[in-house]
């Protein structure tokens, strides 16, 4: 779920709703999460649709339900075609397996380390060919059979819509207009002038890693960030605009909570069970 809203663009068919949104009240006094991806678990949407241990057990499940179909057909020595999951645990983990977003917040460790090259990368494997392909495909068509995925369904779709609408929202309060403002005249008086901090991590992406430039200008964004209270107003404001639209759609996301429920459910107990179809 973290995966997918980090994907959720600002659409355009979401655009017009932010203009007439009641500005949450917040208050006065806001503290900013731990970390990026700490202040995106902690949003009041994030509880709708599966947690990252929640991914992790599906991945699990996928790729044993996939290995029993495999050395059912004769693979004995098949043990999987790619890495699974785990979660995030450490400060450090969690600060680079994100990335820094439309808040420019990324963490002072992650800036001097890697800047804006954010991300953990995944491994490569080789996969497999032949008849070996076509066994593979079928076990994957089996093991999708047996945990459907909820992408697409009405739930999943509203939720994602939501995110995006939220975002947007919180883009266009003036609250956070004016933190950026101050994170702008902080990182110009740094000598990194930018006026949005994800054009600014965006503009150094193309590099294979990071320069000094790069590790500069992050760093300037931390410390900017943290001294203009920028992320602790974007979280307090897109948790605020988050409820409202909660309580809005209670009865989809409240249906679409059970339905994630179940299947994480569903997904326990054939992991459980090898001999389960």
Not at 34 to 51: F, N, Q, R
Not at 133 to 150: G, I, N
Not at 162 to 183: H, I, K, M, N, T
Not at 184 to 208: I, Q, T, V
Request: hydrophobic content about 40%.
């Amino acid at each position: 779920m973290i995966a997918a809203l980090l994907a959720t663009g600002c659409s355009a068919s979401l655009a017009s709703s932010a203009a007439y949104a009641t500005p949450p009240a917040i208050a006065a006094t806001s503290t900013a999460p731990a970390t990026g991806y700490d202040g995106l678990i902690g949003l009041p949407l994030s509880a709708y649709g599966t947690s990252e241990q929640d991914d992790v057990l599906l991945d699990r499940t996928n790729e044993a339900l996939i290995t029993r179909c495999m050395q059912s057909r004769g693979y004995t020595s098949y043990a999987g075609q790619k890495e699974t999951q785990t979660a995030a645990k450490t400060k450090r983990e969690k600060e680079a397996i994100r990335p820094a977003g439309a808040w420019g917040y990324i963490g002072s460790a992650t800036a001097k380390r890697i800047g804006f090259h954010v991300g953990v990368p995944l491994s490569a494997t080789e996969g497999p060919t032949g008849q070996e392909l076509e066994d593979y495909k079928a076990c994957c068509d089996k093991a999708d059979k047996q945990v459907p995925s909820l992408a697409g369904m009405q739930g999943w779709k509203l939720t994602q819509d939501l995110f995006g609408q939220s975002f947007q929202q919180a883009s266009a309060d003036s609250r956070v207009g004016a933190a950026r403002e101050r994170w702008s005249a902080c990182m110009k008086a740094a000598g990194h002038p930018a006026d949005d901090p994800e054009k600014l991590a965006n503009g150094f992406l193309n590099a294979e890693k990071a320069t000094a430039k790069e590790i500069a200008a992050a760093t300037a964004d931390e410390s900017c960030t943290r001294s203009s209270n920028l992320a602790a107003v974007y979280f307090a404001v897109l948790t605020g605009y988050q409820q409202q639209l909660i309580s809005a759609n209670a009865k989809v996301l409240t249906g679409y909570k059970e339905q994630v429920q179940a299947q994480v459910d569903r997904a326990t107990h054939l992991l459980a069970a090898p001999d389960a179809t």
